[in-house]
């Protein structure tokens, strides 16, 4: 089946140390994105790409890296550098034209502790 | 302002009631718009597309009113299946990747027996 695949789908960390979250999708789409979810308050966009070898910021990029090597993957970082990185991760994938629907994965919950 | 508002709720409703949701966006130029439902701490998936004529699936019916920016969602019936969060999303351009969707904090309903 085809689809989005996140993992882990929990994840503890202590203070100080970088985590990777994987994101794979099998869905042959263009467009990736990193989205956090946080009690209370909409999905924000933290990267989002295209194409193989290209990404931009969204609306909170600060903390966080990416990468896009091959069409199916897109990787997040969260470094130390990220001041509350407990969050809800969710990544999701969509054509590069059409509708706009997005589809998203299970999601990563990582909690800082 | 934000650039998508809904009412947090939560919408306490006996099963069968109908009950509707609205959202209201700030950018008049938004070109699409979408309602997604989300189970707790579960991934968001699409539920229906918003068009200018309006558009219905089932029980649900969803509305679009350009002049005074805001969709609406009408749910007849309810189910206790129907127990989510409901997100309104706004693309505020046309297609394409670049194009960074926008989402309310979403409508909690809650059914009860």
């Known amino acids: 089946d085809g689809g989005i695949t996140q993992s882990p789908k929990y994840l503890f960390r202590k203070e100080g140390q970088n985590v990777t979250l994987s994101c794979e999708q099998n869905?042959?789409?263009?467009?990736m994105y990193w989205y956090r979810q946080d009690p209370g308050q909409g999905l924000r966009l933290i990267y989002y790409?295209?194409?193989?070898?290209?990404?931009q910021k969204g609306d909170i990029a600060e903390g966080y890296s990416v990468s896009r090597e091959k069409k199916e993957s897109f990787p997040l970082t969260v470094t130390s550098a990220q001041k509350n990185p407990t969050a809800f991760y969710l990544c999701?994938?969509?054509?590069?034209?059409?509708?706009?629907?997005?589809?998203f994965g299970e999601g990563s919950r990582l909690t800082v502790l | 302002r934000k650039e998508v508002e809904q009412d947090p709720g939560p919408f306490n409703v006996p099963e069968g009631a109908t009950v509707a949701f609205n959202c209201t966006y700030s950018?008049?130029?938004?070109?699409?718009f979408f309602w997604y439902r989300q189970d707790c701490r579960k991934e968001p998936k699409l539920l229906m597309s918003?068009?200018?004529s309006g558009n219905e699936d089932g029980r649900f019916t969803a509305q679009l009113n350009r002049a005074s920016q805001y969709i609406s969602l009408l749910i007849r019936d309810s189910k206790l299946s129907d127990s989510a969060t409901y997100l309104c999303?706004?693309?505020?351009?046309?297609?394409?990747?670049?194009?960074?969707?926008?989402f309310g904090t979403g409508t909690l309903l809650a059914v009860q027996p």
């Open positions: 999701a994938s969509r054509m590069d034209r059409g509708t706009g629907e997005l589809f």
């Open positions: 869905l042959n789409h263009d467009a």
């Open positions: 790409s295209q194409i193989v070898n290209d990404f």
């Open positions: 950018n008049s130029a938004s070109q699409s």
């Open positions: 918003v068009y200018s």
């Open positions: 999303v706004v693309n505020p351009r046309g297609g394409g990747a670049t194009n960074k969707l926008i």
